[in-house]
């Protein structure tokens, strides 16, 4: 039976590998256009610090071809690889294309007196690309010099540009050449460029007879003109706005000054401007994240490159705006996300096997007998409601009045358990040993909670990654407020007399298994990492769909990732105990119960997304309007609380206890996390 089942084990970890490898071939061969196009890491140095970012060079780019160039970057929060679209799209045309890494993200640092803040990886990480591409023989320039560069960017990155052409425009008074050709932005305005005292009229004046465009999505969370005292979260009209028509040039004044809007100005379409360029604003129908994950966006991106390049298109390959390849590249990518898994699955299930390492498992419990009463089955469902739902109305408590609230809970938690202590005085001796763990339990979790209420995980040199400090602080509430549920359920419900135990939960086992169980995580998470990298080193793809991804990242991203486990380890700890204790009865021990043990962590993040986009759909508000940058966040939690419920589901059933996930979905999603967001202080 064993040596079967380690057969198994080998034949998964085969096909693993091979789905792996296969999915990252052809996300390849979609990404290098069928390896017309060279695709390599680039790193350069500036006097803000490191840049890196994705070079695709076409076949035949060269100093004695020098092709059209685009330098384009993510927004905040991300990397280069969100910049898949255009950059395959236009490298496959023909175009070279830097997909650049800003400051303080994905390969990128900034140095000390540039890193630490919001505003110090966006401003000028462009503009700094910029120049170093217009040195590169294979950029084009024309007879006077001028750089034919476009700059593009996705939200931060859409302001990244916006300021590079400023820049450029301050440098030509002084040189009398420009680097930059033409500017496309997506998902950004002038909100934040207001920072550096460039408004839209500032902006406009500058523009120095380029093309200029923008993409301005109605349902865009944060951008365009929303009214701020109901929230951003709504529909929204850019170029029928005073800052559209600033840019577009429609917009007139009376007498007094006072601007006169233009009903007539249209989206999608072409305005010439009096300094000699020309100008467009489109408007799909998407929110902010959608617009680097669309076919309708990429194609007005490539529209608007193919007029702003229109005097350069010998040495390029004309392809309609709507023949579009990279969603393949995402596609296989998946494909090879889906293997990676595989294998990491089948390396556990043959790692337990080995000396040691077999003291991860442990004895099984028999599965618990379903509810056969009605009032049984209606508290099971009715307590699954409850702490599914919990997680999403916390996430969103971010006022006082709710914090306070928390705050009061927490302090309620610390009452109940001094006054479980004191109820083991009367308790009888079978039950003590329950009632003062729990009692010490809600304890220590009652303080936990009111600490991270109250002050929560900071954004310092210690904790550099201030999103991830944002979501664990999230993820440690959560947990207590779970600990603290199924206490109270396990005490007050009686359930060890109904024949539940510690092993339910999961948590049974000596040191020794625990021991081991940290071990074998270790050993699976090097293990993929070592695989990422080696992908990334063959193929230059990851493992990803949209937002969520497992990519490299630098040396200097493990120390700050390391700090945060400790933290995310209580969440994925009681976490898993939820979901397997909720998983227990003998009905679901089928696919039914991965179902059940995914939404037990983001059935309630899931609720909340639908029923935030699909009343700003519907409606053209939000169900939280004031709640912009919560839903783009959410979106890769529910692939990642998904996934982690059922490994940890999965794996229980396989060592009979949550040791193992416990431990690698802390190591695994939290290097994930770190490696895909802002990083400050890095060294």
């Known amino acids: 039976?064993?040596?079967?089942?380690?057969?198994?084990?080998?034949?998964?970890?085969?096909?693993g590998l091979a789905v792996m490898l296969l999915g990252s071939i052809l996300a390849q061969a979609f990404n290098t256009s069928f390896y017309s196009v060279k695709v390599s890491r680039v790193y350069f140095d500036t006097e803000s610090g490191t840049l890196s970012g994705l070079l695709y060079l076409p076949k035949g780019a060269s100093g004695s071809d020098p092709r059209p160039t685009l330098v384009t970057t993510h927004g905040y929060l991300?990397?280069?690889?969100?910049?898949?679209?255009?950059?395959?799209?236009?490298?496959?045309?023909?175009?070279?294309?830097?997909?650049?890494?800003?400051?303080d993200h994905g390969h990128s640092k900034g140095?000390?007196?540039?890193?630490?803040?919001?505003?110090?990886?966006?401003?000028?990480?462009?503009?700094?690309?910029?120049?170093?591409?217009?040195?590169?023989?294979?950029?084009?320039?024309?007879?006077?010099g001028n750089g034919i560069i476009a700059v593009s960017g996705h939200s931060m990155g859409g302001f990244s540009s916006t300021t590079a052409v400023y820049y450029d425009e301050l440098a030509y008074q002084?040189?009398?050449?420009?680097?930059?050709?033409?500017?496309?932005?997506?998902?950004?305005?002038?909100?934040?460029?207001?920072?550096?005292?460039?408004?839209?009229?500032?902006?406009?004046?500058?523009?120095?007879?380029?093309t200029i465009g923008k993409i301005a999505a109605h349902y865009d969370e944060f951008f365009f003109n929303a009214p701020e005292d109901t929230g951003t979260v709504n529909y929204k009209d850019y170029v029928a706005t005073e800052e559209g028509q600033i840019i577009l040039e429609t917009i007139s004044y009376d007498a007094d000054g006072n601007a006169v809007l233009n009903p007539d100005t249209k989206a999608n379409t072409w305005y010439s401007t009096s300094d000699g360029g020309q100008r467009i604003i489109y408007e799909p129908s998407e929110i902010h994240p959608w617009n680097h994950f669309s076919r309708t966006t990429t194609g007005h991106m490539l529209s608007f490159y193919e007029t702003a390049f229109?005097?350069?298109?010998?040495?390029?390959?004309?392809?309609?705006?709507?023949?579009?390849?990279?969603?393949f590249k995402e596609l296989f990518e998946l494909v090879a996300m889906v293997g990676f898994f595989m294998v990491l699955v089948a390396a556990v299930l043959l790692l337990i096997k080995a000396p040691f390492l077999k003291n991860a498992v442990t004895e099984a419990p028999a599965p618990m007998p379903a509810a056969t009463t009605t009032r049984g089955r209606v508290g099971a469902i009715s307590l699954f409601l409850v702490t599914m739902v919990i997680p999403s109305i916390i996430y969103t408590a971010g006022n006082s009045e709710a914090k306070n609230w928390l705050g009061y809970?927490?302090?309620?938690?610390?009452?109940?358990?001094?006054?479980?202590l004191v109820v083991t005085l009367v308790t009888k001796e079978e039950q003590k040993t329950s009632w003062v763990g729990g009692s010490v339990v809600v304890i220590v979790a009652g303080v936990l909670m009111r600490y991270m209420v109250t002050k929560g995980v900071p954004n310092n040199e210690i904790f550099q990654a201030p999103t991830t400090s944002t979501i664990v602080t999230w993820a440690v509430i959560c947990a207590c407020i779970a600990a603290v549920v199924m206490v109270c359920v396990?005490?007050?419900?009686?359930?060890?007399?109904?024949?539940?135990?510690?092993?339910?939960?999961?948590?049974?086992?000596?040191?020794?298994?625990?021991?081991?169980?940290?071990?074998?995580?270790?050993?699976?998470?090097?293990?993929?990492f070592v695989l990422v990298f080696l992908v990334d080193a063959i193929f230059k793809t990851d493992f990803r769909i949209w937002t969520f991804a497992f990519k490299t990242f630098e040396v200097s991203a493990i120390p700050a990732a390391l700090k945060y486990m400790p933290l995310f380890f209580i969440y994925y700890l009681v976490a898993g105990m939820a979901c397997v204790n909720n998983t227990s009865s003998e009905k679901l021990q089928g696919a039914w119960g991965y179902v059940l043990a995914a939404l037990t962590n983001m059935g309630g993040i899931l609720l909340w997304l639908i029923f935030q986009y699909g009343k700003l759909f519907i409606t053209g508000s939000a169900f939280y309007p004031g709640e912009a940058l919560s839903g783009i966040l959410l979106m890769a939690l529910v692939p990642t609380l998904a996934l982690a419920s059922c490994l940890t589901k999965f794996l229980y059933k396989k060592t009979g206890n949550i040791w193992i996930p416990a431990f690698l979905n802390t190591m695994l999603i939290t290097m994930m996390t770190v490696a895909n967001t802002t990083v400050y202080f890095q060294k």
């Open 111 to 144: 140095n000390a007196e540039h890193t630490g803040a919001f505003f110090s990886f966006w401003p000028t990480a462009i503009w700094d690309a910029v120049q170093y591409m217009y040195q590169q023989d294979y950029v084009l320039k024309d007879a006077d």
């Open 310 to 327: 229109a005097d350069y298109q010998d040495s390029l390959t004309s392809i309609a705006s709507n023949n579009q390849i990279w969603m």
């Open 1 to 15: 039976m064993k040596a079967t089942q380690k057969n198994k084990s080998i034949i998964i970890l085969a096909i």
């Open 78 to 103: 991300n990397s280069a690889e969100m910049q898949d679209a255009p950059a395959v799209e236009m490298s496959r045309r023909g175009y070279v294309v830097l997909a650049l890494d800003m400051y």
């Open 490 to 528: 396990y005490l007050l419900g009686n359930k060890k007399a109904q024949g539940s135990s510690l092993a339910h939960y999961g948590v049974a086992g000596t040191p020794m298994s625990v021991l081991a169980s940290f071990c074998v995580a270790i050993i699976v998470t090097v293990m993929a």
């Open 409 to 420: 809970a927490a302090i309620l938690a610390i009452i109940c358990g001094v006054v479980g």
């Open 174 to 210: 002084e040189t009398g050449v420009r680097m930059i050709y033409a500017q496309l932005s997506a998902g950004a305005d002038y909100s934040w460029t207001s920072y550096l005292g460039l408004d839209a009229a500032t902006g406009a004046s500058m523009f120095g007879g380029r």
